[in-house]
Protein backbone atom coordinates (compact mmCIF):
# COMPACT_ATOMS: atom_id res chain seq x y z
CA UNK A 1 0.00 0.00 0.00
CA UNK A 2 2.82 2.08 0.64
CA UNK A 3 3.92 2.12 -2.56
CA UNK A 4 0.22 3.18 -4.28
CA UNK A 5 0.22 5.83 -1.90
CA UNK A 6 3.67 7.24 -2.33
CA UNK A 7 3.55 7.80 -6.26
CA UNK A 8 5.83 10.03 -7.69
CA UNK A 9 4.26 13.94 -7.16
CA UNK A 10 2.57 12.56 -3.80
CA UNK A 11 3.11 13.50 -0.38
CA UNK A 12 6.16 11.00 1.45
CA UNK A 13 4.51 9.00 4.15
CA UNK A 14 6.54 9.95 6.69
CA UNK A 15 4.68 8.03 9.89
CA UNK A 16 2.21 5.59 10.09
CA UNK A 17 -0.88 5.27 12.99
CA UNK A 18 -2.36 1.81 13.50
CA UNK A 19 -5.67 1.42 14.88
CA UNK A 20 -7.53 -1.78 15.70
CA UNK A 21 -6.32 -5.25 16.56
CA UNK A 22 -2.89 -4.63 15.16
CA UNK A 23 -2.34 -1.75 17.48
CA UNK A 24 -2.67 -3.55 20.50
CA UNK A 25 0.72 -5.85 19.52
CA UNK A 26 4.36 -4.44 19.81
CA UNK A 27 5.67 -7.36 18.14
CA UNK A 28 3.22 -6.43 15.38
CA UNK A 29 3.63 -2.72 15.19
CA UNK A 30 7.48 -3.60 15.25
CA UNK A 31 7.45 -5.67 12.64
CA UNK A 32 5.64 -2.97 10.68
CA UNK A 33 8.03 -0.37 11.10
CA UNK A 34 11.07 -2.32 10.32
CA UNK A 35 9.24 -3.72 7.27
CA UNK A 36 7.99 -0.23 6.09
CA UNK A 37 10.99 1.65 6.93
CA UNK A 38 8.73 3.77 9.01
CA UNK A 39 8.00 4.86 12.20
CA UNK A 40 4.98 3.45 13.94
CA UNK A 41 2.74 5.27 15.89
CA UNK A 42 0.09 3.44 18.36
CA UNK A 43 -2.53 6.14 19.63
CA UNK A 44 -3.52 5.73 23.23
CA UNK A 45 -7.23 5.19 21.81
CA UNK A 46 -6.93 2.29 19.62
CA UNK A 47 -11.23 2.15 18.02
CA UNK A 48 -10.50 5.22 15.38
CA UNK A 49 -14.07 4.91 13.87
CA UNK A 50 -15.44 5.44 17.60
CA UNK A 51 -12.97 8.40 18.69
CA UNK A 52 -13.54 10.08 15.41
CA UNK A 53 -16.77 9.53 15.61
CA UNK A 54 -17.30 11.20 18.76
CA UNK A 55 -14.39 14.14 17.53
CA UNK A 56 -17.19 14.93 14.52
CA UNK A 57 -19.98 14.99 16.74
CA UNK A 58 -18.12 17.08 19.53
CA UNK A 59 -17.35 19.63 16.47
CA UNK A 60 -20.73 19.81 15.55
CA UNK A 61 -22.47 20.49 18.95
CA UNK A 62 -19.63 23.30 19.65
CA UNK A 63 -17.17 21.31 22.26
CA UNK A 64 -14.87 21.61 19.73
CA UNK A 65 -14.39 24.94 17.67
CA UNK A 66 -12.15 22.96 15.09
CA UNK A 67 -11.30 19.90 14.23
CA UNK A 68 -7.63 20.54 14.40
CA UNK A 69 -8.83 21.39 18.45
CA UNK A 70 -10.84 17.90 18.68
CA UNK A 71 -7.37 16.24 17.36
CA UNK A 72 -4.95 17.96 19.50
CA UNK A 73 -7.53 17.37 22.50
CA UNK A 74 -8.32 14.07 22.00
CA UNK A 75 -5.39 12.25 19.78
CA UNK A 76 -2.32 11.19 21.70
CA UNK A 77 0.37 8.62 21.22
CA UNK A 78 1.10 5.81 23.63
CA UNK A 79 4.44 4.20 21.82
CA UNK A 80 6.17 4.85 19.05
CA UNK A 81 7.93 2.18 16.97
CA UNK A 82 11.04 3.15 14.82
CA UNK A 83 12.65 0.76 11.75
CA UNK A 84 15.79 -1.03 13.20
CA UNK A 85 18.19 -0.30 9.70
CA UNK A 86 19.66 -3.42 9.18
CA UNK A 87 16.22 -5.32 9.40
CA UNK A 88 14.84 -3.09 7.54
CA UNK A 89 17.38 -3.63 4.67
CA UNK A 90 16.93 -7.31 4.75
CA UNK A 91 12.67 -6.69 4.12
CA UNK A 92 13.40 -4.09 1.39
CA UNK A 93 15.79 -6.57 -0.13
CA UNK A 94 13.18 -9.68 -0.26
CA UNK A 95 10.37 -7.17 -1.07
CA UNK A 96 12.99 -6.44 -4.36
CA UNK A 97 13.14 -10.44 -4.85
CA UNK A 98 9.61 -10.48 -4.28
CA UNK A 99 8.58 -7.68 -7.44
CA UNK A 100 10.75 -9.03 -9.97
CA UNK A 101 9.17 -12.73 -9.01
CA UNK A 102 5.85 -11.29 -9.72
CA UNK A 103 6.97 -9.53 -12.57
CA UNK A 104 8.22 -13.03 -14.23
CA UNK A 105 5.61 -14.93 -13.50
CA UNK A 106 2.91 -12.74 -14.26
CA UNK A 107 2.41 -13.60 -17.99
CA UNK A 108 2.37 -17.43 -16.97
CA UNK A 109 -0.07 -17.04 -14.33
CA UNK A 110 -2.38 -15.36 -17.20
CA UNK A 111 -1.67 -18.45 -19.33
CA UNK A 112 -2.28 -20.72 -16.76
CA UNK A 113 -5.92 -18.90 -16.32
CA UNK A 114 -6.86 -18.30 -19.80
CA UNK A 115 -6.51 -22.47 -20.15
CA UNK A 116 -10.43 -23.82 -19.61
Known sequence: MLSRLE??????V??????????KSPKWLQLK??????TVEAPAVEEASALGAA????VATGVYTSYEEAIEAAVKIKATYRPR???????KQQHET??????TLTPVSKELYNIR
Request: glycine letters at 12%; proline letters at 8%.
Open 7 to 12: QPGSTP
Open 14 to 23: TIIRACGGPA
Open 33 to 38: ADISGK
Open 55 to 58: LLAG
Open 85 to 91: AEIHQKY
Open 98 to 103: YKRLVK
